[in-house]
C-alpha cells in the first residue's frame, strides 16, 4: 500500500539549497546528468565493504541536518503522526539525502530500474516493518512519478508525484523511477529518498 502526505516545507528554498551545494554532488552515471546528495546504503556500499557509506556518514550528516534541517523535522513530524511510533535519525547512518536528474532522453524511454529496497539489510538492521519515503522538491514539466507492482509479473501502476508531496510505502513491492512524460531541455527531477527500520520501539530513518 502507498500512502502520500502532504509537507509544509518551502521547496523553492530546499532547490535553491541543493543546487547551492552542487560541489558536493557526486556523478552516478558516466553519460547520464544523474547525480546525488548525501551518502546512500544502495549506492555507496560495495558486497560487504562500507568505508564509503562510513566516510560520508562522517561527513555529510552535519552539514545536511544544517541545510535541510526544516525539511528533516517535517518529514520526522509525518512519519510520527501516520505510524505511531517515533520517528529519529540514528548518526552511525546516513540521512536521507537527495536524488538529482537533469533533461535527458533516455529517462524519457526508461526511466530507472525496477528494484525493491534492501538498504537496511546491506547496514544489517532488523528486517522489521521496513518503509521507504519520497518527498518532491522539484519535477519536470510534464510531471514525474513512481511506477509499481505488487509481483514480479503483475499489472504495472502509475502514481504520480506532487511537488511539497511525501510518498510511503514498505519498499518491498517492485518499484521503479517512471519515464518521464516528455524531454524539455531545462527539466529537472529533485527528491529526497529515505528508508526506515523499526529499532528498539522506534524508526530508525537513513538512506
Known sequence: MIHEFKLPTDMVKIREKVMGLSSLWDTRLPDKPFFTLGGSAYLDIDRDDKSLYEYKTRTFNAPM????????????????????????????????????????????????????????IQLGLPEVDPISFTATIKLPTDGGGIQYKFTSGGEEHYLPYEVGGMVLHDGCMMHKIAPLNSLY???????MQGHGVKVDG???LFW
Not at 66 to 83: A, M, N, P
Not at 87 to 106: A, L, Q
Not at 185 to 191: A, C, K, L, P, V
Open 65 to 120: 541536518v544544517h541545510c535541510f534541517g526544516d525539511l528533516y523535522k517535517d518529514i520526522q513530524s509525518v512519519l510520527t503522526d501516520h505510524l505511531k511510533i517515533p520517528c529519529n535519525f540514528d548518526h552511525n547512518y546516513c540521512v536521507p539525502g537527495f536524488h538529482i536528474f537533469f533533461s535527458h532522453e533516455d529517462f524519457v524511454t526508461t526511466g530507472g530500474p525496477w528494484h525493491m529496497d534492501m538498504g537496511h
Open 185 to 191: 531541455e531545462d527539466d529537472e527531477r529533485i527528491t
Open 202 to 204: 522506534e524508526y530508525v
